[in-house]
């Protein structure tokens, strides 16, 4: 599971995290996933309990992403926000957090995606990833080059990390 990992979290960090940080998050995970009780009793510095709704080789991953990979909010123009502050400021974006503070959840989330869809064209754009179960915010979601998107899926059933693209599941979740 060890190399699942390594290849997931790769792909979804797009380049913002160096290999061996890479290799360190794949390899806690995979003990977190192989030994829950022993991984625990070896560090007990992780703060984790079995009430928690997700297994504690995902806690692994989502608690090891930093915040310019894994992206929280509560609402769609604090997640462009984060987004924007993860690119390097010379990137333009068309759209600005503020026009999505009136907009509902998935005209935000389109104009969102168009803008994602738009750039690094050699990798086909971005798509924003719903990633894991969302724990102290409403949303919770990884960019992912768009050329990656089949793989990523691949690697997350095969982990066991619940994923989708997060206009698709808005979009799905709106239609009842």
């Known amino acids: ?50 009430t928690y709704p997700i297994p504690l080789g995902e806690w692994m991953v989502v608690g090891n992403l930093p915040d310019n990979v894994l992206f929280q909010a509560d609402s769609y123009a604090d997640l462009l926000t984060q987004i924007i502050a993860s690119f390097n400021p010379d990137v333009p974006f068309n759209i600005k957090p503020k026009q999505l503070l009136k907009a509902q959840p998935l005209a935000a989330l389109n104009s969102i995606q168009v803008q994602l869809s738009s750039m690094n064209k050699d990798t086909g754009g971005y798509i924003l990833l719903n990633f894991s179960e969302p724990l102290d915010d409403e949303l919770q979601a990884v960019l992912i080059y768009s050329s990656d998107l089949p793989r990523v899926m691949e690697l997350c ?15 799905q979740a709106t239609q009842g």
């Not at 160096?18 to 030994?35: F, G, K, L």
């Not at 059933?157 to 979009?171: D, F, H, Q, T």
């Open 1 to 50: 599971m060890q190399d699942l990992l390594i290849e997931l979290i790769g792909k979804i960090s797009s380049g913002c995290l160096p290999d061996d940080e890479i290799v360190r998050i794949a390899t806690e995970a995979n003990a977190a996933y192989t030994d829950p009780e022993g991984f625990l009793l070896a560090n007990p510095d992780v703060n984790y309990d079995d």
């Open 157 to 171: 059933v095969a982990v066991g990390i619940p994923a989708m693209p997060a206009y698709e599941a808005l979009r």
